[in-house]
């Protein structure tokens, strides 16, 4: 059982306010990914990290911001909300060596 | 560049019916392919994963897929759907080194018929 957990699960919040998506992995694993989800649509790599004091943008170009300050933990910042940004985040884990990527269960963020 | 292609965006099948989700990828090197489920309001599930070797690989909940490199091709198969298996699929392909990307398809939506 994967032990990858993110909150809030459901989120709604005006334009122009700052909002952080948490997302904590129990698993030590190293590698660590954001990923954006529109309806219906695939999924794109907005950031990544390799491990601690590590980020890196992804394929998709996204206006929001991570740290990894710590192993488990790997929030996502949005500074100033818009409605451009109602979309589900998933955060993801693997394991150094490891093959399988583990998701949470996501984060559906709408911004009115 | 890594691309996935899932040409079917909406299948629908009767309970007890055959299933084959299609997958066409496009890779420069050795494919990582992978198969994941994705309930509604979920995350997603590995399925099945292929590396090398057997190209029929066996997954969880009866699912197995077929890499046929001549094809481009990860097709994802199950012999009699039962009406749990009502979901979104993504095909994935990675690379298994440095950043370990995963590059998905825009998903099938699988409907079950009672």
């Known amino acids: 059982e994967a032990d990858i957990y993110q909150t809030p699960r459901y989120l709604v919040i005006g334009t122009g306010k700052k909002i952080t998506l948490e997302c904590s992995q129990t698993?030590?694993?190293?590698?660590m990914y954001w990923y954006q989800q529109d309806p219906g649509m695939e999924l794109h790599l907005i950031h990544y990290?390799?491990?601690?004091?590590?980020?890196e943008k992804g394929d998709l170009s996204s206006e929001s911001t991570v740290s990894r300050i710590r192993t488990e933990h790997f929030p996502l910042t949005l500074e100033s909300a818009r409605p451009s940004h109602t979309s589900q985040y998933l955060c993801?884990?693997?394991?150094?060596?490891?093959?399988?990527?583990?998701f949470g269960q996501g984060t559906r963020l709408t911004v009115v | 560049a890594q691309s996935v292609t899932q040409p079917d965006i909406h299948i629908t099948v009767s309970e007890g019916a055959s299933l084959e989700l299609r997958c066409n990828y496009s890779?420069?090197?050795?494919?990582?392919l992978f198969w994941y489920v994705q309930s509604p309001g979920q995350g997603l599930q590995l399925l099945l994963k292929y590396f090398s070797g057997d190209t029929l690989v066996q997954g969880i909940k009866g699912f197995e897929a077929e890499f046929k490199r001549s094809q481009s091709s990860f097709n994802l198969r199950k012999p009699s759907v039962h009406w749990s298996d009502a979901a979104e699929y993504f095909c994935?392909?990675?690379?298994?080194?440095?950043?370990?990307?995963?590059?998905f398809g825009q998903g099938t939506r699988l409907t079950i018929n009672p």
């Open positions: 990290s390799y491990g601690v004091n590590s980020t």
């Open positions: 698993m030590g694993h190293d590698k």
């Open positions: 994935a392909v990675a690379s298994l080194q440095g950043a370990q990307k995963l590059v």
């Open positions: 890779y420069g090197a050795t494919p990582y």
């Open positions: 993801a884990s693997i394991r150094l060596e490891g093959t399988e990527a583990f």
